[in-house]
């Protein structure tokens, strides 16, 4: 997992501090029983999340899932995952980090259906964790960022007469966050690893036209923020191009940065290319949009 084995923090409280969260975990299960599908009851089978609360004076409302990259065959958690909810964290926002199921064990839709369930349980727990359901939104890359697009590209409004409280609410992200992400399924763009393992490798036409994001996209599609690097070999930046352009035309707000120089899967990059301003970016756009204001009394 990377960083080694979780450890249990115990926190000393005084009166006025500000509640620390832990470094990683503890991880919880998106369902208490078993997931849609589960095939069995090994961690593979499981998905889970861990969540980041943005501290109590910095709080301002906002949430976002986190999806780790990995060509649907592993997650890329720390600097993809935990590196990045800290600094969600560093602009008031609450992430929650998700470790959805993976192929070849698991294809589609199984990890579309762990990320609509972690939004939908966000939203159920905006009360308690200090959240606006109406800003909530969720961010991918790589192969998360396609998990993402696709969450943005295939929601519904939930289900009010659900058993479970958490099915009635909306999965519809609130604006979408893709760093280099993999979008369409299709030649001469496609990242043919994530869809092997997402898909299989021979297919169904229809499926992969259904998973090719950027044909997806209709003017009920979140803003968007993206990045990619022109140097990115195993993720064409023309996955980027073709989303954006698929949102100009349906005239949803969106933002595209293209950088010259980076290769792929960089993270929030070392600050020895220009790539890693992106985060100041995101957060000017996030500013611009409002969804870094304090919550009003």
């Known amino acids: 997992m990377g960083r080694g084995s979780l450890v249990a923090i115990v926190l000393v409280l005084v009166p006025g501090a500000t509640l620390a969260?832990?470094?990683?975990?503890?991880?919880?299960?998106?369902?208490?029983?078993?997931?849609?599908?589960?095939?069995?009851?090994?961690?593979?089978?499981?998905?889970?999340?861990?969540?980041?609360?943005?501290?109590?004076?910095?709080?301002?409302?906002?949430?976002?899932?986190?999806?780790?990259?990995?060509?649907?065959?592993?997650?890329?958690?720390?600097?993809?995952?935990?590196?990045?909810?800290?600094?969600?964290?560093?602009?008031?926002?609450?992430?929650?980090?998700?470790?959805?199921?993976?192929?070849?064990?698991?294809?589609?839709?199984?990890?579309?259906?762990?990320?609509?369930?972690?939004?939908?349980?966000?939203?159920?727990?905006?009360k308690e964790w200090g959240i606006d359901p109406r800003r909530v939104g969720i961010m991918g890359f790589s192969a998360g960022g396609h998990l993402a697009s696709t969450a943005g590209t295939h929601f519904d409004l939930g289900t009010p007469e659900a058993d479970d409280p958490i099915d009635r609410h909306s999965c519809r992200p609130d604006f979408l966050v893709l760093l280099y992400p993999v979008i369409t399924m299709t030649e001469p763009f496609a990242h043919v690893g994530s869809r092997n393992n997402l898909l299989g490798k021979k297919p169904d036409p229809k499926l992969v036209e259904q998973l090719s994001t950027e044909r997806r996209v209709t003017a009920a599609t979140p803003p968007t923020f993206l990045v990619h690097t022109?140097?990115?070999?195993?993720?064409?930046?023309?996955?980027?191009?073709?989303?954006?352009?698929?949102?100009?035309?349906?005239?949803?707000?969106?933002?595209?940065?293209?950088?010259?120089?980076?290769?792929?899967?960089l993270g929030l990059g070392d600050g020895t290319l220009p790539y890693a301003s992106w985060p100041q970016r995101c957060a000017a756009w996030l500013h611009g949009r409002g969804l870094l204001d304090m919550p009003k009394q």
């Not at 090994?42 to 949430?63: E, H």
């Not at 996955?239 to 290769?263: D, T, W």
């Open 21 to 126: 969260q832990p470094a990683e975990g503890p991880w919880q299960r998106l369902w208490q029983g078993d997931a849609p599908g589960a095939q069995g009851q090994d961690p593979a089978d499981v998905p889970v999340y861990v969540l980041y609360r943005a501290a109590s004076d910095k709080a301002n409302g906002t949430a976002v899932v986190v999806c780790p990259g990995g060509g649907y065959a592993t997650h890329a958690l720390n600097h993809e995952g935990h590196d990045i909810a800290k600094w969600w964290n560093s602009l008031g926002v609450t992430a929650v980090v998700l470790k959805y199921r993976l192929g070849p064990r698991y294809r589609h839709p199984a990890p579309l259906t762990d990320a609509q369930r972690a939004i939908r349980l966000t939203r159920h727990h905006a």
């Open 230 to 265: 022109t140097e990115d070999k195993a993720v064409p930046p023309e996955n980027s191009v073709l989303f954006y352009l698929a949102l100009c035309k349906h005239k949803v707000p969106a933002e595209l940065h293209i950088y010259e120089k980076g290769r792929h899967g």
